[in-house]
């Protein structure tokens, strides 16, 4: 069945360097969304993108959304220590939820 | 964007006995889901609530074993029955929410003895 596999799985940074996350499916997706989860914390929206090469920017974080809408990015640039937490991409196709394994971000101060 | 809330926020439960969780949101919303997440792991959907219908139940989740209700547009509850240590998890409720994506409660732990 359809999968949404997401990389890396862990990241390490120093604080002050840029983050990356991915998002692949080999399937054409209508949608992403990303979530950002902190430690014992809960999964919070950041962003849906919807249209074939979108980009959206929230201050340090951008997102795309791949023209074959098939892969999408998370890039965060001089990451910050409250950018710690899993990043976590997430697309809802045909009635069903397809949930990344999430990137686990931690930056070194 | 609606806001959740979710009891408990954590229980430790004897095993064989069942745990129900609420989840209230402070606006009418369509669906509501059910999800299981072990630490350090992704979510699982465990089911859609559907206000004035049965549950739909993803794979390997079964109604006996986590019954749903979702009485009106505003609440659901999941029960987890009969559990087990290998019932010992994380499990979040979630609204859809329109331009805010899907918004979630703030889990319960649950950890079976």
């Known amino acids: 069945g359809q999968q949404v596999m997401q990389i890396p799985q862990y990241q390490h940074v120093q604080e002050g360097e840029d983050f990356t996350t991915y998002c692949n499916s080999s399937t054409t997706l209508s949608n992403i969304q990303w979530y950002k989860q902190r430690p014992g914390g809960h999964p919070v929206f950041l962003i849906q993108?919807?249209?074939?090469?979108e980009v959206k920017k929230q201050k340090r974080l951008t997102f795309q959304f791949g023209e074959a809408k098939k892969n999408s990015s998370l890039h965060i640039t001089a990451t910050q220590t409250t950018d710690v937490g899993t990043y976590f991409c997430?697309?809802?196709?045909?009635?069903?939820?397809?949930f990344g394994s999430g990137t686990k971000l931690n930056v070194k101060p | 964007s609606a806001v959740i809330s979710q009891k408990p926020s954590r229980d430790i439960c004897q095993r064989g006995t069942s745990l129900t969780i609420q989840c209230q949101v402070d606006s009418q919303v369509t669906m509501m889901f059910w999800y299981r997440q072990q630490p350090g792991q992704s979510l699982t959907l465990i089911a859609t609530a559907n206000q004035g219908s049965e549950a739909t139940y993803e794979s390997g989740f079964v109604i006996d074993k986590f019954p749903i209700s979702r009485p009106n547009l505003t609440f659901s509850t999941l029960t987890v029955s009969n559990m087990s240590p290998e019932d010992s998890s994380i499990y979040l409720c979630s609204v859809a929410d329109g331009d805010y994506g899907y918004t979630f409660g703030s889990g319960t732990r649950l950890t079976v003895v």
């Open positions: 993108l919807v249209k074939s090469g």
């Open positions: 997430s697309s809802y196709n045909f009635n069903k939820f397809y």
